[in-house]
């Protein structure tokens, strides 16, 4: 079917509404932020774009979208978005999954490189000039194990492997990874604890769904190789944070390098504001330049499947949460 009307749920204001705009010049948008801004336009529009996660708006106008078909969100996780009534309804969801995966890829060896060339320490024998040599490690031969190997985990495992490291991965249905060439050895999810006891870096890239929520446990934590890192760009709920700050204070870990936190922003007062073996990033290591624009891109190559009638790309298993 042809898309006459697109319902965006967004700031106005946003500049990569632009971009929408210029692509798609024969769609109809209405923009809004609020229940009232788009309450006119829900019962014509066949199309939902969601570029701000407001549940309760999605909640409010889901039973008068007469027309809508079609859900898609610019961000890859949608666990903030989904609510009963939304995982019940014949409505496909899609949502951005690959679009981050590249600078999430970056940023994942940038944090490795961090810890084996324990870059803080230069930073602050430079600020001391201080000269005091020290021997760094070199991530070859290294071991990276990926709980929650998929799209992003993967983008890690192609950076890691031109460095020499071995890779190791788990996911919940490991035979959809069978034979990738990336991977040394392949895990179930009740296999996880053999894998992080084998990784000298952890690589968490997991959704947060009932399922995972706290997966990286004391158990979990207590299996890591003394002196591993554990590096979590997924979701925060995903690691018992309490936990994961007493084997730091520790030092049963070299550290641990985060874009991610149960609590965001991260309160004023948290451990991981104070330790130094911690790497902090404010949920934003996707966040380049184009990361909007890029998303936008994705949506409508979508949108030009969607009404040629082909099948959509990313569709979300509601009921899983991913």
């Not at 930073?123 to 290294?142: C, H, I, K, N, T």
């Not at 590096?231 to 700050?245: F, M, S």
């Not at 996707?286 to 990361?291: E, L, V, Y």
């Amino acid at each position: 079917m042809n898309v006459e009307h697109l319902l965006v749920l967004a700031d106005p204001a946003s500049p990569y509404l632009a971009h929408l705009r210029r692509l798609a010049p024969g769609v109809r948008l209405t923009i809004g932020l609020s229940e009232e801004q788009l309450a006119p336009a829900i019962e014509q529009a066949q199309v939902l774009l969601v570029g701000a996660q407001k549940k309760e708006v999605l909640r409010a106008l889901l039973p008068r979208a007469r027309s809508l078909r079609w859900i898609h969100a610019l961000s890859a996780g949608v666990e903030n978005l989904l609510f009963e009534e939304l995982i019940q309804s014949p409505l496909p969801l899609t949502n951005s999954k690959g679009v981050y995966s590249g600078s999430l890829g970056e940023f994942a060896l940038a944090a490795m490189l961090f810890f084996a060339k324990d870059l803080r320490r230069l930073v602050r024998q430079q600020s001391e000039a201080r000269w005091e040599q020290f021997s760094p490690v070199e991530l070859r031969g290294q071991t990276l194990g990926i709980l929650g190997y998929g799209d992003i985990g993967r983008a890690v495992a192609e950076r890691a492997r031109p460095f020499g490291m071995r890779v190791l991965a788990c996911r919940r249905q490991p035979s959809r990874s069978a034979g990738d060439a990336l991977v040394d050895e392949l895990y179930p999810l009740e296999r996880r604890r053999e894998m992080i006891a084998s990784s000298d870096y952890l690589l968490l890239a997991l959704p947060h769904t009932s399922g995972t929520h706290r997966l990286m446990g004391e158990l979990e934590l207590g299996a890591m190789k003394p002196g591993a890192v554990l590096i979590n760009i997924g979701r925060g709920g995903t690691v018992d944070e309490q936990a994961l700050v007493k084997a730091l204070e520790e030092g049963r870990l070299r550290g641990a390098a985060l874009d991610v936190f149960e609590s965001e922003p991260l309160p004023m007062g948290h451990a991981f504001w104070r330790l130094d073996n911690v790497l902090l990033s404010p949920h934003c290591a996707d966040q380049t330049p184009t990361w909007r624009e890029d998303a936008v891109a994705l949506f409508l190559k979508n949108l030009e499947r969607f009404d040629k009638g082909e099948p959509l790309l990313n569709v979300v298993d509601k009921a899983a949460g991913y």
